[in-house]
């Protein structure tokens, strides 16, 4: 009898405390975490879920990886949102800052930025993310673009590295094969396609819309020698298919001797082509033009109908600006970027001229210009534009002309936030 009872506490014993085990999970603030990451940027993005978790038992972020083109070219986050599945926390570009601004699903973040945190952020950095006094994601780094190239099949084709549009163009035309693109640039219609373009059409001068006004300013001669000179560039032999994707380093791998990318490949070519002779130079400029790039990024956002919201703030808050271990190694280590946070510039400024940093550092990041946040159909309209005079010969005048129309359609009824 005495065993037995011995027996029927041990089991109650343990019934109990695997029921508040239970009953303590079940309490656990559940944050879903999407990302569209590969490779050791996956990995970064789980141990970022993995060492909050771990700090903070109350809480269970739950990482999830989308398929980069369903995330980027894709309908999956909107689909998510509309049906109100989205994610707690996901990733966002500013090509699609607004949508999710205007539709009311980005959080105000601003409690949640002490004065210490905000005097740690570049000021250029918050901008691009507050909308009327309100901060609505997390800047996480600022990627460039340039022109990277195999030197040694330029050196053997009597090349030498393109600074004019022109050079550009006969250089890619000489470079193509009859197996091989002399250049790889987006070709796919979307918001990266947008992104790498915009510089070419900065150099001029011109530029898409004047936001203060709300109207379109998308036309002139600027605006028409950019879309011509793209146009050239794919029937000098720029590809206009892939087998990977444009953010690739593909001008390691034997695809292109030239590409167009950014800054986020260097850290892939150093691990995984060290033997290649990859160089990189400022992005070509035209006659009487000005050198510049674009600075992008992606944000963290975090969904404002969220049931657990404040602890998806938090714990962006503590991955992106509090915690400077973890920036440091996403920009310096896992890839190559900028940090929109000062602690974190002055931890890492040893790598900033390292290799082909050392160029972006001098020649290319002091051109920088922020990617611009316009409305998704802004986006798409200009989109539209680079389709045309890429794959149907549009002339570039009558392009400009129908977008710039368009671009003044929508903004006259556009009412949300720019």
Known sequence: MKRSGKLLAFLLVSTLIAVAALSAEAKKKEVTFWYFHTGHEEEFMVSLADAYNKLNPDVVIKPEQIPQAEYMNGTKLTTAFASNK??????????????????????????????????????????????????????????????????????????????????????????????????????DQGYYQNFVWYPFLWQTGANVVDVKNKKGSFE???????????????????AKKLNGQPTDPLVADGTAPMQVVGTWVIANLERDYATKNIGVVPLPIPTDGKNATCAGGWKFMVNSKSANRDAAAKFIMWALAQNVEKPLEWCTQVKFAYSPRKSVIEAGKDIYNKGLRSTFTKDIYPTAIGEPRYPAEVVTIVGDALQSVIFSNTDPKAAAATANDKINKYLKTFKGSM
Do not use: C, H, Q
């Open 86 to 187: 989205g994610p707690d926390v996901f990733l966002i570009s500013p090509g699609d800052f607004l949508k999710y601004v205007n539709s009311g699903i980005a959080m105000d973040l601003t409690p949640y930025f002490t004065k210490p945190i905000r005097d740690d952020f570049l000021p250029s950095s918050l901008d691009a993310v507050t909308v009327n006094g309100s901060i609505r994601a997390v800047p996480f780094e600022i990627e460039l673009l340039g022109l990277y190239y195999d030197k040694d099949i330029l050196k053997a084709a009597g090349i030498e590295p393109p600074k004019t549009w022109d050079e550009l163009v006969a250089a890619t035309k000489k470079l193509t094969t009859a197996t091989r693109p002399g250049l790889i640039l987006p070709a």
């Open 220 to 238: 002139g001669k600027g605006v028409e020698s950019a879309l011509k000179l793209w146009g050239d560039l794919f029937n000098a032999g720029a």
